[in-house]
């Protein structure tokens, strides 16, 4: 369980960024946030991983308070928390394999990760989790040499090898193609459901964000405004979270009926 209370976020002097946020996301669950740019999405999510230094209040992950760690507590504490970008993040020189592994980085002693060298459990448990993705076959090609989908994938088996209690996924999708970007969404909600891991995701994409998560989570100005089932992401509800964001760039990308054409094309 990942339980927020009261966190703020002030870049240097400016006005809070995150304003006495509270949010609570139990194991399993697909949790979406959405909100106009600047509403302070992904500073939600870089202050959970600490990338970000929350200015004050409290995020408990599973017991572990994760704003005052320090040095080696942190460290161990980043470790229990999978990340996926919207860039894939990957070392473009490196192989799959070795990519992967990375995710490996903070539980292995420095000189086995230097001579990549790394125990039989691990390079087994990469093989299990990139025939669940469909990329084993890609093991020994080098990460720039596959399609953007297949990068993401190489990013969320990296995630995982961490066995991370929780998933942050930086606008996954955004640099993907809209087939794509709705197999990662898929694959996705099944990895949270087989691994009984909760998965917050930043999305622009609302539609995408109603059709793949069980809850949304609408921030305006810092604030949480609405958090509740899609099915209650009425208009009303979306212009109110939009407000003077004109409706073609709120990520509405058209009913779900058309979207499965794009997806069975
Ligand atoms: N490192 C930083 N220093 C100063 N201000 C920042 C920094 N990072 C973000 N901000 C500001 O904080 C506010 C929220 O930014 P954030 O990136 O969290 O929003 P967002 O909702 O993720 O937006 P987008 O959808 O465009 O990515 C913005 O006004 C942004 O300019």
């Given amino acids: 369980m990942l339980r927020i209370k009261d966190l703020v976020k002030r870049y240097g002097k400016d006005e809070a960024v995150l304003k006495d946020l509270n949010l609570e996301v139990p194991g399993e669950s697909v949790v979406a946030i959405i909100g106009a740019s600047g509403a302070g999405k992904s500073t939600l999510l870089r202050c959970i991983n600490?990338?970000?230094?929350?200015?004050?209040g409290s995020i408990d992950l599973n017991g572990t308070?994760?704003?005052?760690?320090?040095g080696g507590e942190l460290r161990l504490a980043r470790r229990r928390i999978g990340m996926i970008f919207q860039g894939f993040n990957l070392i473009n020189r490196l192989t799959v394999m070795e990519n992967v592994l990375s995710g490996r980085l903070g539980y292995v002693p420095t000189w086995r990760a230097m001579t990549r060298n790394f125990p039989q459990s691990d390079i087994d448990r990469a093989f299990q989790l990139m025939e669940r993705v469909g990329i084993a076959h890609y093991a020994n090609k080098r990460a720039d040499e596959l399609s953007g989908g297949e990068r993401q994938?190489?990013?969320?088996?990296?995630?995982?090898?961490?066995?991370?209690?929780?998933?942050?996924?930086?606008?996954?999708?955004?640099?993907?193609?809209?087939?794509?970007?709705?197999?990662?969404?898929?694959?996705?909600?099944?990895?949270?459901?087989?691994?009984?891991?909760?998965?917050?995701?930043?999305?622009?994409?609302?539609?995408?964000?109603?059709?793949?998560?069980?809850?949304?989570?609408?921030?305006?100005?810092?604030r949480i405004i609405f958090d509740?089932?899609?099915?209650?992401?009425?208009?009303?509800?979306?212009?109110?979270?939009?407000?003077?964001?004109?409706?073609?760039?709120?990520?509405?990308?058209?009913?779900?009926?058309?979207?499965?054409?794009?997806?069975?094309?």
Avoid at 65 to 70: A, H, N, R
Avoid at 174 to 184: G, M, W
Avoid at 239 to 245: P, Q, R
């Fill in 65 to 70: 308070e994760l704003t005052t760690l320090s």
């Fill in 153 to 222: 994938r190489v990013g969320v088996v990296r995630a995982l090898m961490q066995e991370p209690e929780i998933l942050l996924a930086d606008e996954p999708t955004a640099s993907l193609d809209p087939k794509t970007s709705r197999q990662i969404m898929e694959l996705l909600r099944a990895l949270a459901s087989e691994l009984h891991l909760p998965v917050l995701i930043n999305i622009h994409n609302v539609t995408e964000a109603k059709e793949y998560t069980q809850r949304i989570v609408g921030m305006r100005f810092g």
């Fill in 228 to 265: 509740s089932v899609p099915t209650d992401l009425t208009q009303d509800a979306m212009d109110e979270i939009y407000a003077g964001v004109p409706a073609e760039e709120r990520g509405e990308t058209g009913d779900a009926e058309s979207l499965r054409e794009v997806v069975s094309q």
């Fill in 50 to 56: 600490r990338l970000v230094e929350p200015t004050s």
